[in-house]
């Protein structure tokens, strides 16, 4: 069991991490609804970076909701590719004080989310962390407000 453990493993830094993703729970998962999409991960460290693709099942708008913790800022791309379509994703550019949302029109078909890696190559692990999460658009009549 004491094979070769990464020399990036901090049991103090693990600990920051875990709890940064306790707070980014609570951040996505405060919009209601299911979600259609929802990825989490490092923002820095040796294995840094998140990115998923799900299918949207039908047409229509969609609240996109991103957020990071435990670091300065981080930017998240949202959209999907059409054949003859110009590629144009969203990008919500974080503050990491929150969560910030925004409402998108999709396409059936597949909608993809990643974390624009804003470096080349390894950065220091610090559990600082990030993710989004797709889910359908409430109505603006709906009466299940807080």
Not at 72 to 100: I, K, N, W
Request: net charge negative.
């Amino acid at each position: 069991m004491a094979a070769s453990a990464p020399v990036y493993v901090d049991p103090l830094v693990l600990e920051r991490e875990v709890k940064n993703y306790g707070e980014l729970d609570r951040l996505l998962k405060a919009v209601p609804g299911p979600a259609i999409l929802f990825e989490e991960g490092p923002l820095d460290g040796p294995v840094r970076g998140f990115g998923a693709t799900e299918q949207v099942p039908a047409a229509g708008e969609y609240i996109v909701t991103a957020a990071c913790v435990g670091a300065t800022g981080a930017t998240v791309s949202v959209g999907q590719e059409h054949p003859g379509a110009p590629f144009r994703p969203v990008e919500l550019a974080l503050d990491c004080d929150g969560a910030t949302s925004q409402v998108i029109a999709l396409e059936q078909g597949y909608v993809f989310a990643h974390l624009v890696l804003t470096g080349p190559g390894d950065t220091p692990w610090t559990g600082a962390v990030g993710g989004v999460r797709v889910t359908g658009a409430v109505p603006a009549a709906d009466e299940g407000g807080r």
